[in-house]
């Protein structure tokens, strides 16, 4: 049974970047679901310097579930955040499919997020990912329907017979 939680991001499902750091390389993070909407916003944080320095963030709003690859907990929610190599992908395929006459309301992704050492990074460490199906649109509607047995139609009874006619009177 999964944990609801209300945000999933790699910081909530495995750990801060410390708890990261000490994390063997490899698949730490499996993120899927399926997204209904973007979500952006901007954090205002310091550099080193105590100068404010603007971080633009983009969150999927949708169905989301999240396993930590280390512990095995499975984690859910409403809203996503991906690590930037997953999610400018994710981003850029919602964007392009609800362009044109016929945009999507909804699309599915599954990903491994791998943790790879790298020391000229400021956490030690950076991310890659892995897709494990095709980001693309989905219709949880009908692939519902496509999973249920054939429906059991109800038996019709036989239209009645047309009443013959004979001149201007009906026959009975």
Do not use: C, H
């Not at 997204?35 to 969150?59: F, H, L, T, Y």
């Not at 429906?151 to 047309?162: G, H």
């Amino acid at each position: 049974m999964a944990t609801l939680v209300k945000k999933l991001s790699v910081a909530t499902v495995v750990g801060k970047p410390s708890v990261v750091r000490a994390l063997p390389d490899g698949a730490i993070f499996r993120a899927f679901g399926i997204m209904r909407g973007i979500q952006r916003g901007v954090k205002i944080d310091q550099d080193a310097a105590g100068n404010p320095v603007s971080r633009p963030w983009v969150a999927f709003i949708g169905s989301f579930q999240g396993t930590n690859l280390s512990t095995g907990e499975i984690f859910a929610s409403a809203k996503m955040f991906l690590p930037e190599v997953a999610s400018n992908l994710v981003e850029q395929a919602f964007i392009s499919a609800q362009e044109g006459d016929n945009p999507v309301e909804s699309m599915k992704f599954a990903f491994d997020i791998k943790k790879v050492s790298d020391e000229t990074s400021a956490t030690g460490y950076v991310y890659s990912a892995v897709s494990l199906i095709e980001t693309k649109e989905s219709d949880p509607l009908n692939e519902m329907a496509a999973g249920l047995p054939p429906a059991q139609m109800i038996a019709q009874l036989p239209a009645p017979a047309e009443p013959e006619k004979d001149g201007n009177k009906t026959k009975k």
